[in-house]
């Protein structure tokens, strides 16, 4: 049955501590079964607050996260954060997706951040309990198998940027506004930005923006490497729509083994990342899909890949 069918799941990634896998050809095996070509428009509301719609016809393959909270400007509590570990379990229990796109319904704003009134009503030990899963949920967002783009219409502030980091591109306008603030509240970036902003920007860069938890624009975040592409007002999401059809006209296996060889290689010593890529080469070279691409450029059309 398709998951993306279920208007309520009942699983939670709640708890959840992915890592990178040992060996990364049992990692990669799996990711050569394929459900079947699955059509029409779905759309499935997690906690109200996070929706996952298919895209169809041509861009069957695309599926669309979207934030919707228009009341707190998306700020992350305890039932959206829910609603995000619901999402990214359907996302990966479905291998018909080829690309992820996360977005806002809210205008003027992509995330601004964790639910600040509700955090001053927790404990000490409820404060740990939710920044460990909000971390531990925004590196599940990063593990998926295939890419993930960020659009960023407005704001992204703290934890909402810190989503976006976690994806593999970002897409923003140039008055979208960046920032991680949490110095000037006594914390640091607690759900993966001390690390992954470094790996993006380079370390002083990185620090120059925790350290003074300045606020960026679009084309300040394009000029340092933060986002991919930045675009005039209103046209992030169709930019990130069209790069998100240019990846899904691609082999959908060799997208898969691209992002593992990418993300696990950058971690090793040259010699290790290098074995690293022949195996998930190896792991595509008995693919159905390989060998229609050869048959399509020797025929001058274009491919049919089934994921196969």
């Given at each position: ?166 994806c593999d591109l970002r897409v923003c306008e140039e008055e979208s506004t960046f920032s991680l603030p949490e110095t000037g509240l006594a914390i640091i970036p607690g759900a993966g930005g001390s690390q ?113």
């Amino acid at each position: 049955m398709c998951p993306f069918r279920s208007l309520y799941i009942r699983s939670s990634l709640n708890g959840l501590r992915p890592t990178k896998p040992a060996s990364v050809a049992a990692a990669t095996a799996p990711l050569l079964h394929r459900f079947g070509s699955r059509r029409g428009l779905i759309i499935q509301t997690l906690a109200e607050m996070v929706k996952l719609e298919r895209l169809t016809d041509l861009d069957s393959g695309i599926v669309e996260l979207k934030l919707d909270r228009p009341e707190a400007k998306n700020a992350i509590g305890k039932a959206m954060l829910q609603g995000l570990q619901n999402a990214l379990k359907t996302i990966g229990n479905d291998s018909s997706t080829n690309v992820v796109v996360v977005s806002s319904s809210v205008p003027r704003v992509f995330c601004a951040g964790a639910d600040l009134k509700e955090r001053k009503l927790m404990t000490t030990s409820e404060v740990r309990q939710f920044v460990n899963s909000l971390r531990s949920t925004f590196l599940s967002l990063e593990l998926l198998s295939v890419p993930t783009i960020a659009v960023i219409e407005g704001a992204a502030l703290g934890g909402g940027l810190e989503l976006a980091l976690s994806c593999d591109l970002r897409v923003c306008e140039e008055e979208s506004t960046f920032s991680l603030p949490e110095t000037g509240l006594a914390i640091i970036p607690g759900a993966g930005g001390s690390q992954r902003l470094p790996r993006i920007v380079g370390r002083s860069a990185a620090k120059e923006l925790i350290f003074t938890g300045r606020r960026i624009n679009g084309k300040e975040a394009l000029s340092m490497g933060l986002v991919s592409y930045c675009v005039p007002s209103g046209e992030a999401h169709a930019k990130a729509l069209h790069v998100a059809r240019d990846i899904n006209q691609k082999g959908p296996l060799a997208i898969r083994m691209a992002k593992q060889a990418i993300d696990t290689g950058t971690e090793l010593a040259m010699s290790s990342a290098l074995k690293v890529e022949e195996e998930c080469y190896e792991q595509l070279l008995n693919t159905e899909d390989r060998l229609e691409g050869l048959a399509a450029f020797a025929e001058k059309r274009k491919p049919k890949y089934l994921g196969k």
